[in-house]
């Protein structure tokens, strides 16, 4: 199976400032991975498919980059909306995996 | 709109079964391949099942091989996980997701996911 992993596990930034999570994979996944925010109590909501194309309707603070093994998920510029844990996904060889997550918070 | 209901979920003593169910509306499901995945309390996400848009091939973890089975009713727009063989490992919040346009197969994005229900394994 594919390991992913993420850092940090998790950040405090203020508002306004710009977030970086970075995801590596085990082996290349070419381009084949996803992000998704998770709030509290609520499921998965995708932000980004395919490591930089933005899900419809997403602000687009949010961006993604990455290749091989490994990806960049920004906020350019955090908003108190965006309190979550963020999850990587890789899609390229099954099973499907997920990174553990970065939980993000307001200092 | 889309929208994906699970149910089912409850409270079962170890080596028990549940069968949990997701209604899914608002897209044409026997077009699409559908997936469960598990979130257990605190933990992050865990990829369970896959069934192709037909029923004709089924994929599970390791860690419910054997113990697991997905279905579809595409008459009813339902997918089932039933559960078998249950252990405390296996408590989690339940998710049923949607593959996003442009997915085929294992190359999949999920756009949609149900609310999750909730899995409890204890005596």
């Known amino acids: 199976d594919i390991q992913m992993t993420q850092s940090p596990s998790s950040l405090s930034a203020s508002v306004g400032d710009r977030v970086t999570i970075t995801c590596q994979a085990s082996?290349?996944?070419?381009?084949?991975l996803n992000w998704y925010q998770q709030k509290p109590g609520k499921a998965p909501k995708l932000l980004i498919y395919?490591?930089?194309n933005l899900e419809t309707g997403v602000p687009s603070r949010f961006s993604g980059s990455g290749s091989g093994t490994d990806f960049t998920f920004t906020i350019s510029s955090l908003q108190p909306e965006d309190i979550a844990t963020y999850y990587c996904q890789q899609y390229d060889n099954p099973p499907i995996t997920f990174g553990p997550g970065t939980k993000v918070d307001i200092k | 709109q889309v929208q994906l209901v699970e149910s089912g979920g409850g409270v079962v003593q170890p080596g028990g079964s549940l069968r949990l169910s997701c209604a899914a509306s608002?897209?044409?499901?026997?077009?699409?391949?559908m997936h469960w995945v598990r979130q257990a309390p605190g933990k992050g996400l865990e990829w369970v099942a896959f069934?192709?848009?037909?029923?004709?091939?089924?994929y599970y973890a390791d860690s419910v091989k054997g113990r697991f089975t997905i279905s579809r009713d595409n008459s009813k727009n339902t997918l089932y996980l039933q559960m078998n063989s249950l252990r405390a490992e296996d408590t989690a919040v339940y998710y049923c997701a949607k593959p996003g346009a442009g997915s085929h197969g294992w190359k999949v994005h999920f756009d949609y996911w149900g609310q999750g229900t909730l899995v409890t394994v204890s005596s």
């Open positions: 069934i192709r848009y037909d029923g004709s091939n089924k």
């Open positions: 395919d490591a930089s």
């Open positions: 082996q290349d996944i070419s381009n084949y």
């Open positions: 608002g897209f044409t499901f026997s077009s699409y391949g």
